[in-house]
C-alpha cells in the first residue's frame, strides 16, 4: 500500500535540478508532497487530485501519471532551503500512506 | 507559523507509566490524525478523527488510546508502552478526512521509552 520513492537519498550542488519519483502499486487517486526538514513538522507543498495535473510551487513542480501509478517532483535550480526529506502520499477513504522518502541535501 | 500544536516536545517514560500526548489546533479544521514516525521508516498512520469520532484504527496497540473530546483537540493516552514505542508522534489535521485534502502538521513529540 505504501508508495515507494526514489532515489533514497540525493545531494546537489545550489543551482542544480532534482527529480524525486513516487511509485505505487495501487491505483492513485490523488498525490501530496510534502517536505520535512530535521526536527520539524512535515510541510505541505501541494495535491495533485487527477492525472495529468501539474502544479507548481517556487521553483518546485509535480506532475502525476494516473495510468503509470506515479507522480513526480522537480525541483529547478535547487535552493540550501530546499534540503530536508521529502515525502509523497496518497490514499483512498479516510486512509492515507505515506511514501518512502528522499533525503535531499543542497551544498554551496 | 503552525497551527498545530502538541505537547510536550519531548517525553521520556518509564515502561510502567501513564503519560498522554496532548494535540490542540487552531485552523478549523474537521478531520485529526495521529502518526507515528519511527527513525527511517515512513509516516505510519494510526488514527483519524472526523468530527471527534473515530474513522480509523490502523491496527494499534490497545497501549495507545486516543481521545478526541471536541474537533480541535487529539490526546493520545499511553500505558505500559515498550521500547519499540519510541519515536517522533505527530499531529495532523485537515478541513475534511480523505486523501484529497491537505495535512498541517504539528512539529511533533519525541517520545523516548526506558
Known amino acids: 500500500q505504501q508508495p515507494v520513492q526514489s532515489p533514497q537519498a540525493v545531494i546537489l550542488r545550489e543551482g542544480e535540478d532534482a527529480v524525486i519519483n513516487c511509485s505505487s502499486s495501487?491505483?492513485?487517486?490523488?498525490v501530496h508532497w510534502y517536505r520535512q526538514k530535521h526536527g520539524e513538522a512535515p510541510v505541505f507543498l501541494m495535491i495533485?487530485?487527477?492525472?495529468?495535473e501539474q502544479k507548481g510551487h517556487e521553483k518546485i513542480s509535480a506532475s502525476f501519471n494516473e495510468k503509470k501509478q506515479q507522480s513526480s517532483l522537480y525541483l529547478t535550480a535547487s535552493q540550501l532551503s530546499y534540503s530536508g526529506t521529502y515525502f509523497c502520499?496518497?490514499?483512498?477513504?479516510?486512509?492515507?500512506?505515506f511514501g518512502t522518502g528522499t533525503s535531499l541535501t543542497v551544498i554551496p | 507559523e503552525t497551527g498545530v500544536t502538541q505537547t510536550p516536545r519531548h517525553l521520556v517514560m518509564g515502561m510502567t507509566n501513564k503519560k498522554s500526548l496532548k494535540c490542540e489546533q487552531h485552523?478549523?479544521?474537521?478531520?485529526m490524525y495521529w502518526y507515528k514516525q519511527s527513525a527511517k521508516k515512513p509516516l505510519e498512520l494510526m488514527f483519524v478523527?472526523?468530527?471527534?469520532?473515530?474513522?480509523e484504527n490502523n491496527s494499534v496497540p490497545s497501549r495507545f488510546s486516543p481521545e478526541c473530546p471536541n474537533s480541535s483537540h487529539l490526546f493520545l493516552h499511553l500505558h505500559t508502552l515498550q521500547p519499540e514505542d519510541s519515536a517522533l508522534y505527530l499531529c495532523?489535521?485537515?478541513?475534511?478526512?480523505?486523501?484529497?485534502?491537505?495535512?498541517?502538521f504539528g512539529d511533533g513529540t519525541r517520545l523516548s521509552i526506558l
Open positions: 495501487k491505483a492513485l487517486y490523488s
Open positions: 495532523a489535521s485537515s478541513r475534511q478526512p480523505g486523501s484529497n485534502q491537505p495535512q498541517h
Open positions: 502520499g496518497t490514499g483512498t477513504g479516510n486512509q492515507f500512506y
Open positions: 485552523l478549523g479544521h474537521n478531520a
Open positions: 495533485l487530485l487527477k492525472g495529468g
Open positions: 478523527y472526523n468530527f471527534k469520532e473515530q474513522t
